[in-house]
């Protein structure tokens, strides 16, 4: 569990202000907003990015697992080359490859590959390290609408009983799969649903 209370942040004006929640293990949660409204900084005081904050973040969260707009694949190395060099489990990333349908394309460099396929690829680097925590910055918004739900299907599939899953994004993809969506509203949070 993952508890935030009377969270703030500001820059040149507030961009989180007053924020409490509580997010437990074995959930997905999406926190869904217009761009500029908070979303990245809230995900970066959560996952231990931004320190400078008032309020207080407690609980434990374990080994964290990022995924962002971009994949951040290494140009010049082949796609198992990028997943070993951060988590050299050959056995285990040959068998995530399969599931998530990339053997194919182990040998190939990421410049390659297609938006979709990048993505995909940076979902096994990161169950790569078995994190606890899986914070998502955007996953989709670099890819179109078939990559976009197949990718979101993906994180989904990333779902386990000691896994907590928060997911930023103005998009629609995710929302059948969330356990509660967090509405943010230029820093203050104005809706949390289903």
Not at 14 to 34: C, H, S, T
Not at 44 to 60: A, P, Q, R, V
Not at 100 to 113: G, I, R
Not at 158 to 163: E, I, L, S, T, V
Request: charged letters at 20%; aromatic letters at 6%; proline letters at 3%.
């Amino acid at each position: 569990m993952i508890t935030l209370k009377h969270v703030c942040k500001s820059f040149e004006r507030p961009v989180l202000d007053d924020v409490n929640l509580q997010l437990a293990q074995g959930q997905l949660y999406l926190i869904k907003g217009v761009s500029g409204c908070g979303k990245t900084t809230l995900l970066n005081i959560i996952g231990g990015l931004d320190k400078h904050f008032s309020g207080e973040l407690s609980g434990e969260t374990g080994n964290i697992g990022y995924l962002f707009q971009q994949s951040l694949l290494l140009s010049g190395l082949s796609v198992l080359e990028n997943l070993t060099f951060l988590h050299n489990n050959k056995s285990l990333i040959l068998k995530l490859a399969e599931e998530f349908a990339v053997t194919q394309l182990l040998d190939k460099l990421p410049e390659q590959l297609s938006g979709g396929e990048r993505q995909r690829v940076a979902i096994i680097r990161c169950l790569a390290g078995n994190p606890s925590l899986v914070i998502a910055d955007e996953p989709t918004a670099s890819l179109d609408a078939r990559n976009s739900a197949k990718v979101a299907a993906n994180i989904n599939a990333m779902k386990a009983p000691q896994r907590l899953i928060i997911i930023a994004t103005h998009e629609k993809y995710f929302d059948e799969y969330a356990d509660e969506i967090i509405w943010l509203d230029y820093g203050k949070i104005k809706v949390v649903g289903h």
